[in-house]
């Protein structure tokens, strides 16, 4: 008979995302994981195989939790554009600090070069477009936003925005990341907002 997990693999990768943002790619290890979880490093092996696989397996896991967080932010929000504030400022908590942005987007950069990753980034830039259209529809819909309004243009200047303000207040770094993409957020959506 198995032993039961003493840690569930949700709970490493998420200890996986607070791990990159403080160390970068050049401290990213299976140890340095396993320490944040109290584990040896030979569980996360025995369940991952490698650095590498526990980096797919968080996005693949990334997909998963876009779903689930949309679903959140619905319930607790009756507007479709205070729900996608609140959307964005979930998916960048992790990145709190100009130093842990700059970690979680040297991950990225890093993705864009190895083939199986880049098609997991890809996968999971499609998902957040997704959602972002689906809120924007929505948005357009309820009247949130003026009738007409392109929904589909729209949401690919909010994923420019996100990312955008994301390396600007990076190098300004005055304020916090999630007041400063609300106030870009608002300044993108204005021209389409009704009266």
Do not use: N
């Not at 290890?29 to 109290?38: G, I």
């Not at 990753?117 to 924007?136: D, F, M, P």
């Amino acid at each position: 008979m198995a032993r039961p997990r003493g840690v569930d693999d949700l709970a490493i990768l998420r200890a996986a995302t607070q791990v990159m943002g403080r160390v970068g790619p050049a401290g990213f290890t299976l140890a340095a994981v396993a320490r944040e979880v109290a584990l040896v490093p030979a569980t996360l092996t025995q369940r991952f195989g490698s650095k590498r696989g526990l980096l797919v397996a968080l996005a693949d896991r990334t997909v998963e939790d876009i779903g689930e967080l949309i679903a959140r932010v619905r319930a607790v929000h009756e507007g479709a554009l205070d729900a996608l504030a609140s959307l964005i400022a979930e998916w960048t908590a992790a990145m709190d600090t100009p130093e842990t942005f700059a970690h979680h987007l040297a991950f990225w950069c890093a993705d864009l070069g190895d083939p199986e990753l880049y098609e997991r980034a890809l996968t999971v830039h499609r998902a957040q477009t997704e959602a972002i259209l689906g809120l924007l529809t929505e948005a357009v819909a309820a009247g949130e936003l003026r009738p007409g309004t392109d929904a589909a243009a729209l949401a690919r200047t909010v994923q420019v925005v996100i990312a955008g303000t994301g390396v600007t207040w990076a190098v300004v770094r005055e304020g916090g990341l999630a007041q400063r993409l609300r106030q870009e957020l608002d300044t993108a959506l204005s021209p389409h907002v009704p009266a």
